[in-house]
């Protein structure tokens, strides 16, 4: 990911492009589930392209004044953002797709571990991230659910201007709200009714150990960190 | 869900039964147009669902959602209740008897109205949530699991309620429900669902006969039904096509008067030697096989 920002050139982009897409291919993930992935995150897309475009023409008025030019630098520019984009989600869903949360979350731990030193409640900030990328889904579809029966109570929902349209949200709101402060005291009973302590005081079921295939992927890692500050400088 | 042919007559108190994941929810959704079936069509009085602005046909069609108290969100019981009429063009007054009158209807008294639903029983709290579709005065009530999770009092009163509207406002009343015992005792007509198809479908009484197609789709008649079933095999005049235990306990009855035999309240021995010993020992000292609703049907017939 962090080459993905670094990247500039088209070579770079391929580069990154064949690779994340074998990776993808090899997590069993086809190309066809990737891209429709990616389908909600489209609009953002087009957003920030359009976005580049004006801002991009805004600039260039004030220089040449040359209209090709512009409509040239636009289209460069959004085609970048769009592959940057790309590579940005794939890369991230690859990585929340193929990895349970319960090993992310471990491995963050012990990535932030040396924090620790400094009295940073690693741990503790871990599991409320993984517990907070965890329940995302779960709200979604409670809150679909209100929504559907605040609509099936004849509230009107989607109609009229911003300002009504924010009231309107409150008989969605507060229950989902409700429900999620609900879900937060039953999850906090749930774990102190499997006495959770928080940090260092379980042992893990799964350890995570470093095995051959890790040395593999750091490896291949390292080797296209390799190719790619090379192409990135030959061009 | 495929191959739904349904027709919901006015008036009818229509129950559906299908196993988790059977279609039921699907189906029921289908029925205010909050889903729109891929292919097919939904009329409603004779016009397609689509004829209908939504909010017209939602005032019509009231669905209740299962576990409905999570809808609650106002400040008060009254406000909430009234949330559905808002923009619906009724005067100060008129709403509050609407409020007033959905109140009634689902069993709490006025001295709800000016609570914090949020401060009530899990219990009342679905009363309230069913009131606040009921106060839109549907022509067509849709519930989803209406009673899952509630006490066994509770669930009986607030289906009294329900059974209520269909009888003296002659609501249409769509229910769905695992339970094959509230289906005998308040529908009319039953459908039950399998993988998304009708698996069986008619009046409780064919259907609970229909024991094959019945556990097919994952259920198995009432008990009281399997104990009339089991009657029948030695009293062939016997109906087994009852649901209720009032409604068996009448028919034993009659067919003990039948019989010639006298029925006596409380005399046990009596009651014990005329039927039930054909079949079942509800004593306590008893075989170890006995069926423990012979007992619950003893009790019955003896405080009849």
């Given at each position: 990911m962090t080459l993905v920002f670094l990247a500039d050139g088209y070579p770079s982009f391929l580069l990154l492009m064949l690779f994340s897409l074998t990776v993808a291919g090899a997590a069993g993930r086809p190309l066809r589930c990737s891209v429709k992935g990616l389908k909600p995150f489209l609009l953002i897309t087009l957003f920030t392209v359009a976005l580049k475009a004006v801002a991009v023409s805004s600039i260039s008025q004030d220089g040449s004044g040359c209209f090709n030019g512009v409509i040239r630098e636009g289209a460069v520019l959004s085609i970048r953002i769009v592959l940057r984009l790309f590579l940005l989600l794939t890369a991230a869903s690859l990585l929340t797709s193929t990895t349970t949360p319960v090993s992310l979350m471990d491995g963050l731990e012990a990535l932030l571990k040396p924090l620790k030193r400094c009295h940073v409640p690693v741990h503790e900030a871990v599991t409320v991230m993984t517990i907070a990328l965890r329940f995302i889904p779960v709200l979604l579809e409670e809150g679909e659910r209100i929504y559907e029966a605040q609509a099936s109570r004849c509230a009107e929902l989607n109609s009229g201007n911003p300002l009504k349209r924010a009231v309107r949200c409150v008989p969605v709101l507060v229950p989902l709200l409700v429900c999620a402060f609900r879900r937060a005291e039953e999850l906090a009973m749930a774990m102190e009714s499997r006495c959770y302590r928080g940090s260092g005081a379980g042992t893990r079921m799964r350890r995570l150990s470093f095995s051959l295939a890790d040395i593999v992927c750091a490896a291949v890692m390292m080797a296209l960190a390799a190719a790619f500050t090379c192409i990135e400088y030959a061009t | 869900m495929r191959e739904i042919t349904l027709r919901i007559e006015p008036g009818t108190f229509l129950g559906v039964a299908g196993r988790s994941g059977s279609g039921k929810t699907t189906l029921l959704r289908h029925l205010n147009g909050l889903l729109r079936p891929t292919s097919g069509k939904i009329t409603f009085d004779g016009l397609?669902?689509?004829?209908?602005?939504a909010r017209a046909l939602r005032r019509r069609v009231g669905l209740v959602f299962q576990r409905?108290?999570?809808?609650l969100f106002e400040e008060t019981v009254y406000k909430d209740i009234a949330f559905g009429l808002s923009?619906?063009?009724?005067g100060p007054e008129e709403t509050a008897d609407r409020v007033r009158e959905a109140l009634h209807a689902v069993g709490l008294?006025?001295?709800?109205?000016?609570?914090?639903?949020?401060?009530?029983s899990g219990g009342e709290k679905r009363r309230v949530a069913i009131a606040g579709v009921l106060v839109m005065n549907p022509s067509v009530l849709v519930l989803d699991e209406p009673v899952a999770g509630l006490d066994p009092l509770g669930r009986r009163d607030i289906l009294d309620h329900i059974g209520g509207l269909w009888r003296d406002r002659g609501v249409t009343v769509v229910m769905a429900t695992h339970d094959m015992e509230e289906i005998a005792r308040y529908a009319g007509k039953v459908v039950v669902l399998k993988g998304g198809s009708i698996a069986v479908e008619g009046t409780p009484r064919d259907v609970f006969r229909d024991v094959d197609a019945l556990e097919s789709a994952g259920f198995e008649p009432p008990r009281i039904t399997r104990l009339m079933m089991r009657l029948k095999e030695a009293?062939?005049?016997?109906?087994?096509?009852i649901g209720t235990i009032e409604e068996a306990a009448e028919e034993i009855k009659r067919v003990y008067r039948g019989k010639g035999c006298g029925w006596k309240g409380h005399d046990k021995g009596r009651a014990h030697g005329g039927i039930f010993s054909r079949q079942f020992?509800?004593?306590?000292?008893?075989?170890?096989?006995?069926?423990t609703v012979g007992i619950r049907l003893y009790d019955a017939c003896i405080s009849c």
């Open positions: - | 397609p669902v689509d004829a209908y602005g409905p108290e999570d809808q923009g619906s063009g009724l008294g006025e001295e709800f109205l000016e609570r914090s639903p949020f401060r009530l009293l062939p005049e016997i109906d087994d096509g020992d509800p004593s306590p000292d008893g075989p170890e096989d006995k069926d």
